[in-house]
């Protein structure tokens, strides 16, 4: 998608602090980090939201978990961590590319605000 902020990210146009990548995914520090550990994994096809995962796509999300679960191996998450995936306005998603955060190294709270 020409005019999408995380397309451009994953095509270099738009430089990031890369955290994780392969076929399927991207991962990338976040800009305003809400924790001491916050990366956001991005597929690497544009996707515009959780509510656009079909049957097609979702090979996706499969590759995007087995991503999170080898990076907290190797930055030893081992006290645990948080996935989010916003979606829509009242979701809070601000990017229209699907995206998931991997929040760690503080305690979270829940419910979230
Ligand atoms: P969301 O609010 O769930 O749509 O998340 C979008 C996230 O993207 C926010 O946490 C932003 O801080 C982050 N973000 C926006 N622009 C950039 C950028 N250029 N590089 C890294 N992260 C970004
Ligand atoms: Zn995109």
Redesign the pocket.
């Known amino acids: 998608m020409a005019d999408c902020?995380?397309c451009k990210?994953i095509n270099g146009e738009?430089?990031?602090?890369k955290i994780y990548e392969d076929e399927y995914v991207y991962a990338?520090?976040?800009?305003?980090?809400?924790a001491p550990f916050?990366g956001?994994f991005v597929p690497k096809k544009h996707i515009d939201s959780p509510a656009f995962i079909d049957g097609e796509n979702s090979i996706y999300v499969a590759k995007i978990y087995e991503a999170i679960a080898k990076v907290a191996k190797t930055e030893k998450l081992d006290k645990g961590f948080r996935v989010?995936?916003?979606c829509g306005e009242e979701?809070?998603?601000?990017?229209?590319h699907l995206?998931f955060?991997l929040l760690a190294r503080r305690y979270l709270q829940w419910p979230p605000g």
């Open positions: 902020l995380f990210i738009i430089p990031s602090t990338f520090a976040d800009i305003e980090p809400q916050h956001i989010v995936a916003n979701g809070g998603q601000t990017v229209g995206h955060h």
